[in-house]
């Protein structure tokens, strides 16, 4: 009893004695130790305590007659249990009524070499990383950067459609960075509470200065910060306080990030455009550096395909990755990679060892034009249907300078009875006039088709005359594509300060666009009623026409595909 | 923290080995006390010599009765927290001025931890310890068998051989326990004679404390024994009760059968509460009229919980 009277002693004394101050002298001399010891002092008091308390209860414990000590270790458990209902009725009491825990922070802590996303796996924009490789060096060369006199990186704000790998690039620069990596969503801040957001910015930020003060850097990455960038609203209702409380703070602390010279580097990403942010945010200082990463073009997405296809088992000799690249023009990284993983489903699902070209085609085309749906149609409508789509498809093939036809299908998919998919060859960042017009002629292929064939046109024309009626009027009231040489963006000033006669003429220059293409394609369709008719065989006999199909029965009668001439 | 605890939780605090020493070492320690320790069997005893027991008016003095409980607290501490297998303990407390006089006090250590469990309470604890001050019977027959050697004028040397070999035994029933001349005259307490003496002692307490039965009769002694002889196992108790007034029942019956009613009501509740079994009959004989009752085991149960009446049983025959 002895012996364990004096192991108890020693231990004692290694535990509340030399090791608090061993630790203590440590982290005189090393900024990780102190940086643990600031960051975890609460908890530290507490280990020490509870270990106390247990030392003291063990060591009251052999004080007592062992009978004594039989009595109190039979009642441990039942009293183990009722401390634990206490505390978990105290800790619900609390949330519930006192919302402490409201302002928790579920944030995630990672070390920059944990988060293990190298340079070299981030494909497809080219553009930003370059960009992101400075901040990187920044990151790390801070000291040489305020040693020149330069002025240090605060923030970075990544732009750009969703799915173009903002996350990833965010974490590929902690991961080169090699500092922690704190991420947290916009969404996360947001609460009913007034003064809740604004908290656990606080504690955000307390958090990555610790880190940073340890590790030398933090990033703070937060996604979706347009939850709390928005542009600030002050209304007399109160109703925003919660977000502007939220947002203020955050300003507040981006300064604190320079007065406290820590290197803390806040990264938010947003899908949303830049002129929906406040710009408090958005001046230098807080966010300096601004990255637009937008979709991948050709050649990236023939990099991002390679680097999803090296993943899974490919028929080499089908899949040509060029010309899937092709076809997948305005596709994101996040599409792309999920086009791969339908794309093995399907193999999958058709027992194939490997994913060929047509389980890709069937992939991005399920993914783009969603699940088949097919619906009970009458001969007539059916037949019907043909019509509308060959229309449109053989004036999509003909006319149109830079869409490509990816198919054409009478299955019905979502709320239509048929379709003709189209895409464009490659990015195009602007519309020419020719090609607007060849849109509206697309358009209304299906109405003229309808009527050449029955003397008689269905509903089914609705939506095509929808987006065929706001080209047409978007070219003469914004863009300036009329004969009458009305040049100007007319829907920039209110309607009411334009006069009646303009109103008139500018819509007799939207109809007359409308007259030229109906007549134009009437004209097309009369001339090529063969192959109008071969298409409507085809379509009915095989429900669905890929292009190869397509292209095929065009090179059959001599066509060529217009855009393919340019 | 648990391990930790199991782990000094195993040890016992007095180890067998120095059990007696222990008792010895703690009253001395904590009360100033001295004690002599001698076991028999499961039984401890401890005699504790007093210098002033009893009063003129053959009370125990009060600074006598702390000192027994302050052993009697002692030695159950002792007793509890040890890994020696004890099932009773006795105290005999002597005053040294008349050591012809002592209390011996029995106490079942089962008793003694269920109440410190909270499984009975402190009046059932109290009842459950045997209180008995007497004649030291060592003492009494020493007297008498000197005298007669004395008169056949025997030497010295050979009346202590005589009174070695034929008188200094161990005790035949409990109460024959004893401390007389530096030696301790006891035996290794049963339980179901500690029963047999507790149920005489408790029915006249029952006559003493319930004032109706204390009015209405007189029990003047009460015995108890168990024989174990083949075939047969039986409880016997034999009171001496009067009626000192004569209530005639419902039925017109005489109510002295109501003292083999409470004595058997206080035999069976006994015997239950320490859950023995090992009996056959519960036989029953008031002395002063001669009056008698036997009961089995099974009956004595369903007595105890009111599933049989009395006059039923009193029909019943074995």
Known sequence: MEAIVQLVVILFVVLFVLLPLGWWLVALKNRKAMMYLRMYWIRIVIIDVTLLVVFLAIWGMMSLESFYRSITLAQMPLQLIMVALNAIIFVVMYTTFLQGGLSKLSKSKIKGEEVNIHWDDVIGMEEAKREAWEVVQLIKDRTKVKQIGGKVLRGLLMLGPPGCGKTYLAKAIATEAGVPFISMSGAEFVETFVGVGASRVRKLFKKARELAYGHGGCIIFIDELDSIARKRVFSVFGGTEETNSTQNQLLAEMDGVQTADQNVIIIGATNASEDSLDSALLRPGRFDRKFYIDRPNLEEREKIFQYYFSKVKIDKSSVDIKRIARKSVYKTPAEIENIVKEAALIAARDKKDMVDYKNVSEAIERIQMGLKHRRHMTPREREMTAYHESGHLIVLYLLHPTDDVFKASIIGRKESLGVVHRQPKEELYTDSKEALLADIKVSLAGYVAEKLKYGTTSTGVAMDFKGAMMTAHSMVWRFGMNDAGFIGDYTAIPKEEISENIKEALNVETQKIFKICLKDVEDLLMKEREILDRFVKELLEKEELDYDEIDAIFNEYGKRQLSALK | ?318
Request: with cysteine; charged share 30%.
């Open chain 2, 1 to 318: 923290m648990l391990l930790a605890f199991t782990l000094f939780g195993c040890a016992p605090s007095y180890p067998k080995a120095e059990f007696k020493e222990s008792i010895i070492k703690l009253c001395k320690d904590e009360y100033n006390i001295d004690v002599k320790v001698e076991t028999v069997g499961k039984t401890i005893a401890i005699y504790l010599p007093l210098s002033n027991l009893i009063d003129f008016t053959f009370a125990i003095t009060k600074e006598a009765s702390e000192k027994i409980g302050n052993v009697i607290l002692s030695v159950s501490r002792v007793a509890l927290s040890t890994d020696a297998k004890y099932d009773f303990y006795c105290i005999i407390a002597h005053d040294v001025r008349i050591p012809d006089i002592q209390i011996v006090i029995i106490k079942s250590i089962d008793d003694v931890k269920r109440f410190f469990l909270g499984d009975i309470s402190r009046n059932e604890y109290t009842k459950r310890m045997l209180i008995d001050i007497r004649m030291t019977p060592q003492a009494q027959k020493e007297k008498s068998i000197r005298e007669v050697l004395d008169k056949m004028v025997v030497d010295k040397k050979a009346q202590e051989q005589f009174l070695s070999e034929f008188f200094r035994n161990e005790p035949a029933g409990l109460n024959e326990i004893g401390y007389w001349n530096g030696k301790f005259y006891i035996k290794d307490v049963t339980l179901p004679e500690f029963l047999a003496d507790q149920v005489a002692s408790r029915i006249r307490i029952a006559f003493k404390e319930d004032k109706k039965l204390a009015e209405s009769f007189l029990v003047k002694s009460s015995k108890g024994s168990y024989s174990s002889q083949p075939p047969r196992s039986i409880f016997r108790f034999e009171i001496f009760a009067t009626a000192t007034k004569v209530v005639v029942g419902t039925k017109g019956e005489s109510n002295i059968d109501d003292i083999l009613e409470e004595s058997l009501k206080v035999a069976s509740a006994v015997i239950h509460g320490y859950r023995f079994k090992d009996y056959e009959y519960i036989d029953i004989i008031n002395q002063a009229n001669g009056g008698f009752m036997r009961v089995s085991q099974a009956d004595a149960e369903k007595f105890y919980s009111k599933k049989i009446k009395f006059s039923e049983l009193k029909k019943k025959v074995y």
